[in-house]
């Protein structure tokens, strides 16, 4: 049975899609569209139609599993010169999200109505694409070139209003969809069929001037993806050339694109954090009830996590030690719902509302009701014991306990709890009501059903959960502990900071190890070191100078001194002062110093991810490869189009 269908309302036609989840255009669903064109166009009783979709969304984009298949007819291009075609007006009637091919057809459309919950967008540089079905040739022939780029080579949907504000939709549907698209059916009925928009021309098109200031800046912010670069030279082409020749253009860019490693790593990367928190052992486990969380802590992830939590629709209790600790996380909430209202993620009346939902106090007992409490307090041991012994007397039995440390052993936490099948870790990334990033860490007797009710909380926060076992850092922090010691033994043998950090960022982080501890704290990882020296086998390579600026009262972007010094703007600079400490150090050990290519400091950092990443997957604290590229892409910077560091240990 096709999942198209052709109904008749007087003399308007109804093509409904019901193809879930996504209503994606896979080779029935185009099939099915052509043929009901056929018919309408063949019925002169019809003088109108509408394109809609039944579920929860309008086509949310292509069948990315016929990707590297042979192509069936009618393809997607050839279907929207069709619809462009048809001698009957036809409305896309749009719902939930229009992306990507979904958005193409609705250009297709003579019309297009939304209503006001709805994104439309073309996400296809997402996954090292461009539009392949007309898209860079339609849409600034609808909108302003310069909203067309913006949209295509970025890849973020807009909301109704500002899609109506652009031109991309004539009208936002007030109440009923259905009902509104056949009111706005009956008003153009009669009317000739607009221009199709290949045959119009582009709208506000910049000058040679303006496309190369344009290209030039999408280069740069791409850091070395090539799809939204080639995206921008596809629409130049698009809008100063004939359209109908743009088209094969485009075509034939998007199946270059389709080919390449990099729109390889990034559909890997793309599944890879869709499947990873699939536990094949928790099938069947429901997760427990949450609907008031703890949280110990009202500082910087403290006051993040409590935000993230209010947001998605949770009543926060946040415990401090006193009643000034408490006012600080509260302003600390505050400031980052403001943001949140600022954005325009949330109404007034919605933050309001969110401020209400939290409460804070300096009495564990305040926790009684709370389904979930997650400590989120200062990295020692001593602390985390008394914080979770308090837990333990003050919470109701089957309250799950999360602590959010980033190295310390959960499971020693967790035996000294009265009941340690209930205690998981929940590692989130700063800030944390911002940060995708989610290690899930499950420990040696944690059940199921704890288990399973982290991961959904992770979900209704909309978070990327990655469950992980207890180690010391966990995935990301113990990856990012090995290559940072290989950066460190580098300085020593050669290179300095500025070297490194520069080699990173051309290979597409956003910024470089040295200037990434800079940003969080110097004094971060040299707490971690000293706790660990006791224990530090002495024949082992250790490299002081991360030390002796911490003891020099260098920490970082926060007192303007680090590895780099830093002007009142937080703008950069190699610190002489740190490059003559790093070869004053190669000097005292008797390192004779060597320049470092940047292949070559690549490469030795993506070697000492890959062999932690094997030691990791072989003691069991990941599940998958996937696992760790999920990590380390969403989480330290690790560039999207490389697909990750196991990834690319795996296509060399």
């Known amino acids: ?212 200031a344009l290209i030039a800046g999408i280069g740069k912010k791409a850091r070395g993806q090539d799809a939204p670069v080639i995206a921008a030279q596809t629409i130049r082409a698009a809008v100063t050339g004939d359209a109908k020749a743009a088209l094969g253009l485009e075509r034939e860019n998007f199946v270059r694109l389709r080919d390449s490693d990099q729109s390889k790593a990034l559909r890997h990367i793309f599944f890879a954090e869709r499947s990873v928190a699939k536990l094949p052992e928790l099938a069947g486990v429901d997760p427990r009830p949450l609907h008031e969380i703890g949280v110990i802590g009202g500082g910087i992830m403290g006051a993040g996590i409590a935000t993230a939590a209010l947001l998605a629709g949770y009543a926060v209790v946040m415990i401090e030690r006193d009643d000034d600790a408490c006012q600080r996380g509260i302003t600390n909430v505050r400031h980052h719902l403001g943001g949140s209202l ?41 602390v985390k014991h008394d914080v979770f012994a308090k837990l333990s007397a003050h919470c109701k039995p089957d ?81 990012m502990s090995a290559y940072r010691k290989h950066c460190e033994y580098m300085l020593e043998d050669g290179s300095l900071p500025s070297d490194i950090d520069r080699a990173m960022t051309n290979f597409g982080f956003p910024m470089g190890l040295f200037a990434m501890q800079d940003m969080a704290g110097l004094e971060i990882s040299w707490a971690t070191r000293k706790r660990l020296a006791p224990t530090r086998d002495p024949n082992e390579r250790y490299v002081a100078l991360g030390d002796y600026l911490c003891e020099m009262g260098r920490f970082g972007r926060k007192n303007g001194l680090g590895w780099y010094r830093y002007d009142e703007h937080g703008k950069a600079f190699p610190d002489p002062v740190v490059d003559e400490l790093v070869i004053a150090e190669s000097a005292k050990k008797g390192i004779k110093r060597r320049p470092f290519s940047e292949t070559e400091i690549i490469e030795t950092i993506l070697s000492a991810m890959q062999a932690e990443g094997e030691k990791i997957l072989a003691e069991g604290i990941a599940h998958s490869p996937d696992a760790i590229d999920v990590v380390m892409v969403n989480g330290y910077g690790f560039p999207r189009h490389k697909g990750g560091p196991m990834h690319l240990k795996k296509t060399a």
């Open 342 to 382: 600022k954005r325009g993620i949330i109404t007034q009346s919605r933050h309001d509302q969110l401020l209400g939902d939290l409460v804070s106090s300096t009495d564990y007992a305040a926790l009684a009701n709370c389904d979930l409490v997650i400590e989120a307090v200062f990295e020692d041991m001593d």
């Open 1 to 212: 049975m096709s999942p198209v269908s052709l109904t008749i309302e007087n003399d308007i036609a109804i093509i409904t899609i019901d193809h879930p989840p996504i209503n994606a255009t896979s080779h029935v669903v185009r099939l099915g569209i052509w043929e009901a064109i056929d018919q309408i166009n063949r019925d002169d009783a019809i003088r109108a139609a509408i394109l809609t979709c039944a579920g929860s969304t309008f086509i949310a984009g292509a069948d990315v599993t016929e990707f590297g298949k042979p192509p069936l007819d009618p393809i997607l291009p050839d279907l929207i010169l069709k619809l462009e075609q048809s001698t009957k007006p036809l409305i896309a009637a749009i719902h939930g999200n229009a992306l990507g091919g979904g958005l193409e057809v609705a250009l297709g459309c003579h019309y297009r109505i939304a209503t006001a919950t709805a994104k439309l967008g073309l996400p296809e540089v997402n996954l090292g694409l461009i539009p392949g079905a007309g898209g860079t040739v339609r849409l600034p022939r609808l909108i302003a070139v310069e909203n067309a780029i913006a949209m295509i080579t970025g890849g973020k949907p807009v909301n109704a209003a500002t899609a109506h504000d652009f031109g991309l939709i004539d009208e936002i549907a007030d109440g009923d969809l259905r009902i509104a698209a056949i009111a706005l059916a009956e008003r153009i009925k009669n009317a000739p069929c607009p221009t199709a928009l290949i045959d119009r021309a582009p709208v506000n098109a910049p000058d040679a001037d303006g496309w190369d």
């Open 399 to 479: 309250a799950v306990l999360a602590s959010n440390t980033s190295y310390l052993d959960i499971d020693a936490i967790a035996t000294a709890c009265t009941h340690p099948e209930l205690v998981i870790g929940l590692h989130f990334f700063s800030p944390a009501h911002v940060m995708k990033l989610l290690e899930v860490v499950h420990t040696r007797l944690a059940s199921p059903a704890s288990l399973a009710t982290a991961l959904a909380f992770a979900r209704r926060l909309g978070k990327i959960a990655v469950p992980c076992g207890v180690c010391d850092g966990f995935i990301g922090n113990r990856i």
